[in-house]
C-alpha cells in the first residue's frame, strides 16, 4: 500500500464523510470498521454508523447469539453496544435495517493505537528501508495481525470520518506490509508470537510533527503559549488567499537570496567565484557544525575530476536524504531537484554534460525549519558509472549562505499544515475515540527537542488527554525515548536531545506508562535509524511485562538513588534483570560530574554490585551527575539482558530550553 502525502480540504472532507456512509444499499457503517478488522477483546465495543431516520437496526455477531437493537434518530445516526468474548476468530458481523450487511473475517483480539512523528511513520521499504527489509517484507506473514493505515489529515476541528488507505483494515502479508509503520509491525509481532492474542494496528502519525498537534483544544488549555494559534484557526482561510500569500512568500526568497539572480541560481554556475566560500565536511546537518540554529539557503559546490574510462558514460549522482529541498546542477546545468527531507536524491548526468578537467557539482539546499542539509549516510554520497564503478564524494564542500530566513518575514501558514496545535488529533485521532481500543505506542519528538522543557509539561498532558478522551481509564501508553542522533561532542554540554529524552523519562511518573530506551541503537549521521526490529521489540517487551503479566525483564538499569561521599557520587540502581554491566566489557562510559559551579567533566565510573560510584579529579566536591547527556553521548551501561539504561541526571539545574516556546 502506498501512503498518501498530501491532507485534505475542508471540502474534501465533507464529501469523505458523505462518501463513507454508502457502504451497501441504506444501512451503513462509519469507515472504521471493515473485513478484516480487529475487534478489542473483553470489554463493550461501539459500533455505529448510518441508516434512514427512524429504522431500526438489527446488529448480530456471530460469536454470540444475542440480537442487538437500536433505532436511528432524526439525523439517521445509530449506535449499538455489545460485549465482545476472549479473542479467537475470524468471526461475522451481521447489520440489517431490512437490508442486510455483513463484516467478515473479524479478529478478536487486542487494537493498539500507533502514533507520533517520522520514526513511528518510518515504513519497512518505500524512504524507510529498514535493516534487512526485503527479508522481512518476505516473511512478514501474520493473517493474525490487521493493518489499519490513516492517511494524513489535517483539521481545525474534531472530525468524526476518516480519510484511510485500502479501503480500510487489511491482513498482514507480504503484499500490505511494505509501507506500513515498521515499528508498529515488530511491536505486533513480538507480541503476537508471545501470547497468540490477534493485534490490530491502527497507525496513525505523521512525520515531522509537534506533539501539540496531537493534542486537544482542551488538553492545551493551560499552556497559554497556544492559545492565540487554537484561537485563529477557528477563523475560516480561503484557500486562493493563502495560496497568493505563499506565492508572494516564496518569490520574496528568491528575490532576497544572494545566489538567485534575475530568477537565476547564479551560484549554481560552472564558473561561479569560490574564493570567499567556506568549507563544510557532508553529510551532516550544517545545525551540527557551521551553521548552528540556521534556517534558510545554503548554495554547496565541488569540483571533481572524473576517471578517463567514464568520458562518454551516463553517470548518476548520489546525494542520500536532504533537509528540506534542493536544487541540484552539473557542470551549470540543471540535473534535478526535489522536496521532502525524507526522499533519496539520485540524479542522472547525461554523458554530453562531462568535461574532461575539472567537473563541477553545486547544489541550493533550502531548509524551512529544524534541522538542515545534505545528512544521509557518507556511503551514499557518490558518483557512479554504467560500469559499476563509484567516486566517493563525502568530506569536504564549499559553501555559502544565499538567505537566513530570520531576516525575512514568516512563511505563511496554511489552514492543512500539520504543525498547528489540535489539528491532527482533530482528524487522525478524534474520529477513533468511540473505537474500543487496548493501548497506545508512541514514537515522536525530535521536532520538539528545541522546546524539550517545555515537553516536560506537554507530553502529560498529551497522554493524560488521550486517556480523558478515549474514557476507557489509564490504558497502557508506551513509548520510544530519542535515540542517539548527530556528532558526539568532545565534551560534556547542553543538549535540547538529552533534555527531551529526560522529558520523557519524567513521563513515567504516570501511571502505566513505559518506555523503551533507543540511546544505544541510534545513527550520528541519520535521525531515522534503521534498526526498528529492536525498538518494536523493545516496545513489546514492556506490553508483555506490563500488559500481558509475562514474567520477564522489559527496563535497562533505573537510578533508585544517589548519596556524595567526599569526592564521589554512589549511584544505587535497580538492574532490571541481574546485575550491571557493560554493553562491550569495557569501563562504563557516559558519565560527567559537576561542583557546585555547574561545568561537568566527564569522569570516571566503575561498577561496584549494583552501584557505580562516580569521580573526576578535576571536581573535588561534586554536586551532581549525569549519564548520556548529549544529542549523540557514548553510553554502554546495560544489565544482564542488553537493555540499556536511560539518560539521567541527579540535578535539578535549569533546562537549556527553559525560555524556548
Known sequence: MKLKRSYLST????????????????????????????????????LWGK??????????????????????????????????????????????????????????????????QSNMEMPLAGWGKINNFQQEIKDANYPKIRLLQVNHTASSTPLESLNLANGGWTVCSPENIPEFSSTAYFFAREVYEKTGIPIGLIHTSWGGTIAEAWTSASGLKSFQEFAEAIEKQKKVQNKADYEKQLQDWEQMVLDRDEGYKSGVAHWLDAQTDESNWRVMRLPGLWEDSALPGFDGAVYFRKKVTLPASWKGQELTLHLGTIDDNDLTYFNGKKIGETKGYNLSRNYKIPADQLVDDEN?????????????????????????????????????????????????????????????PTVLYNAMIHPFLNFAIKGAIWYQGESNADRAHQYRTLFPAMINDWRKSWNIGDFPFYFVQLAGFMKTEPGP???????????????????????????????????????????????????????????????????????????????????????????DGAAVKGFSIAGADQVFHWADARIVGNQIIVSSPSVTDPKAVRYAWANNPESNLTNQAGLPASPFKTDDWADSTTNKK
Open 11 to 46: 471540502a474534501a472532507l465533507l464529501a469523505l464523510v458523505a462518501a463513507s456512509y454508502q457502504v451497501n444499499a441504506k444501512i451503513t457503517l462509519s469507515p472504521v470498521f471493515s473485513d478484516h478488522m480487529v475487534i478489542q477483546q473483553k470489554t463493550h465495543v461501539v
Open 51 to 116: 441508516a434512514d431516520p427512524g429504522k431500526t437496526v438489527d446488529l448480530q455477531a456471530s460469536w454470540g447469539s444475542k440480537v442487538f437493537k437500536t433505532t436511528s434518530d432524526q439525523n439517521g445516526n445509530w449506535k449499538i453496544r455489545i460485549p465482545t468474548p476472549g479473542f479467537g476468530g475470524p468471526y461475522q458481523i451481521n447489520i440489517s435495517d431490512g437490508s442486510p450487511f455483513q463484516l467478515s473475517d473479524v479478529m478478536l483480539g487486542d487494537v493498539w493505537v500507533c502514533s507520533g
Open 360 to 420: 563541477v557539482i553545486s547544489i541550493r539546499v533550502f531548509d524551512g525549519s529544524g534541522g538542515g542539509g545534505i545528512y544521509g549516510e557518507p556511503s551514499q554520497l557518490s558518483i557512479t558509472a554504467a560500469n559499476g564503478e563509484i567516486m566517493d564524494l563525502s568530506g569536504d564542500w564549499q559553501y555559502k549562505v544565499g538567505l537566513d530566513l530570520k531576516k525575512v518575514p514568516a512563511m505563511p501558514v496554511s489552514d492543512n499544515q500539520p504543525n498547528r
Open 493 to 583: 554540554a547542553a543538549s535540547p536531545w538529552a533534555e527531551l529524552r529526560d522529558a520523557q523519562k519524567d513521563a513515567l511518573k504516570l501511571n502505566n506508562t513505559g518506555m523503551a530506551v533507543a540511546i544505544d541503537i541510534g545513527n550520528p549521521a541519520d535521525i531515522h535509524p534503521k534498526n526498528k526490529q529492536e525498538v518494536g521489540r523493545r516496545l513489546a517487551l514492556i506490553a508483555l511485562a506490563k500488559t500481558y503479566g509475562k514474567q520477564i525483564p522489559y527496563s535497562g538499569p533505573e537510578l533508585k538513588k544517589y548519596t556524595i561521599e567526599k569526592d564521589a557520587v554512589k549511584l544505587d540502581f535497580n538492574p532490571g534483570d541481574g546485575a550491571l554491566k557493560t554493553k
